[in-house]
């Protein structure tokens, strides 16, 4: 994790015992959701200003950014999913002391305590990520309440083990988070609650998961943690897909363009700094050029992934990838060979445990790029690479 990150949440009173009732986490606190979120504040407010919730939500960059980069159109929402969608995230980071805020009638006003955290998180699903995973932790462990969740990562994870995790959760939920206290169904608060808390850990402990209610069949991946992807209720609703399309449309401006640039070039700068201007393929200086290994034409969504990027001189970029320098053009024997080279440098990743690099994410890189089902390589190393090694 981020030190900075690190140093707020290890000094943070986040004990549940000695702030009894807090929601310290609720339903729309997603990386992805923390990362607009996050992203918005930083563009938008300084540290001397104040605002609410509902000033956030008139805002035109988030209204465009909940159209367009979450595929949400404002006329979709729900009045209540609405007002949900950024006040969770304002709420955990005012717990977790990135923010502050104060009370004024029924409106909550919000300030800067931290900006060095949040221009962290701004634009960052990875460390947003990183940053819940480790919030979590550091909440459960104040609380002596970490081994509610330890004791399913070391069961069958089954659903028996499910069950008795999810009835620990719900008596927690109950004493210290107020489920239910102003008399709502508190089974079904924790129910919707519980996924938000499981699932990161999930993704840390390469554990099974909680989806729609149930343990999931395999561990996890940042896909399911995402609010932003088209979910069961959306289809039951019926959404207008037009109405969504239309608005999209309406609102592709030129900010959102650059958020999604900014959020490229920020992986681009990480893998360029991780390998220090030495080509991963060859060992060759300089190498100036991060390429997509999948190209970021055909697949977007792998376009800020670190594990699809790699970085080589200009000859192995123009010459060996782009054949003949065709940027349309993908020498497929050579991406294959590309893969290879990452999956070496991701395995190193792990085994040194920085957390650069994730066989996760790889894995999910390979099969989205090939086409293979979801979790067909079960996040494993030897199966990527045999995998790779067939398509030789």
Request: charged content about 30%; glycine content about 6%; hydrophobic content about 35%.
């Given at each position: 994790m981020d030190s900075t990150i690190e140093e707020a949440?290890?000094?943070?009173?986040?004990?549940?015992?000695?702030?009894?009732?807090?929601?310290?986490?609720?339903?729309?606190?997603?990386?992805?959701?923390?990362?607009?979120?996050?992203?918005?504040?930083?563009?938008?407010?300084?540290?001397?200003?104040?605002?609410?919730?509902?000033?956030?939500?008139?805002?035109?960059?988030?209204t465009r950014a909940l159209a367009i980069e979450l595929n949400k159109a404002s006329s979709s929402l729900t009045k209540s999913e609405n007002n949900k969608v950024f006040m969770h995230?304002?709420?955990?980071?005012?717990?977790?002391?990135?923010?502050?805020?104060?009370?004024?009638?029924?409106?909550?006003?919000?300030?800067?305590?931290?900006?060095?955290?949040?221009?962290?998180?701004?634009?960052?699903?990875?460390?947003?990520?990183?940053?819940?995973?480790?919030?979590?932790?550091e909440t459960f462990n104040q609380t002596d309440s970490m081994w509610i969740f330890e004791e399913f990562k070391n069961s069958t994870q089954d659903a028996e083990a499910y069950s008795i995790l999810r009835k620990r959760f719900l008596q927690f939920a109950r004493r210290h988070m107020g489920?239910?206290?102003?008399?709502?169904?508190?089974?079904?608060?924790?129910?919707?609650?519980?996924?938000?808390?499981?699932?990161?850990?999930?993704?840390?402990?390469?554990?099974?998961?909680?989806?729609?209610?149930?343990?999931?069949?395999?561990?996890?991946?940042?896909?399911?943690?995402?609010?932003?992807?088209?979910?069961?209720?959306?289809?039951?609703?019926?959404?207008?897909?037009?109405?969504?399309?239309?608005?999209?449309?309406?609102?592709?401006?030129?900010?959102?363009r650059d958020r999604r640039e900014y959020r490229v070039s920020e992986a681009k700068r990480s893998v360029?700094?991780?390998?220090?201007?030495?080509?991963?393929?060859?060992g060759k200086s300089p190498a100036t050029q991060v390429h997509h290994i999948f190209p970021q034409s055909e697949f977007s969504a792998l376009a800020s992934v670190p594990e699809n990027l790699i970085l080589l001189t200009p000859d192995e970029h123009n010459l060996r990838a782009h054949p003949n320098n065709k940027t349309n053009s993908i020498d497929k024997s050579y991406q294959r060979t590309l893969l290879l080279k990452k999956l070496d440098h991701v395995e190193e990743?792990?085994?040194?445990?920085?957390?650069?690099?994730?066989?996760?994410?790889?894995?999910?890189?390979?099969?989205?790029g090939y086409g293979l089902n979801k979790d067909e390589l079960k996040k494993n190393a030897i199966l990527v690479r045999r995998e790779l090694e067939s398509r030789g």
């Open positions: 949440l290890s000094a943070r009173l986040l004990d549940l015992r000695k702030r009894p009732y807090t929601r310290f986490i609720d339903q729309k606190c997603t990386p992805d959701l923390l990362s607009l979120t996050t992203a918005l504040i930083v563009e938008l407010y300084g540290v001397e200003d104040e605002f609410s919730n509902p000033q956030l939500q008139r805002e035109d960059e988030a995230s304002l709420k955990m980071l005012t717990y977790a002391g990135i923010l502050n805020e104060r009370k004024v009638g029924n409106t909550f006003y919000f300030s800067i305590e931290n900006i060095q955290a949040l221009r962290k998180l701004a634009n960052d699903e990875r460390r947003s990520l990183e940053f819940i995973t480790g919030y979590i932790t489920a239910g206290k102003k008399g709502s169904d508190s089974g079904l608060e924790t129910r919707r609650i519980l996924p938000k808390i499981m699932n990161p850990l999930a993704i840390k402990w390469n554990m099974n998961g909680s989806i729609k209610g149930r343990v999931s069949k395999s561990s996890i991946s940042m896909m399911d943690l995402r609010y932003g992807r088209v979910n069961a209720r959306d289809q039951k609703l019926q959404r207008s897909s037009d109405t969504s399309r239309k608005e999209r449309a309406e609102q592709r401006f030129q900010s959102l360029r700094q991780r390998h220090r201007d030495i080509s991963e393929v060859s990743s792990e085994a040194a445990r920085d957390g650069f690099y994730r066989i996760e994410e790889f894995a999910h890189v390979v099969e989205t």
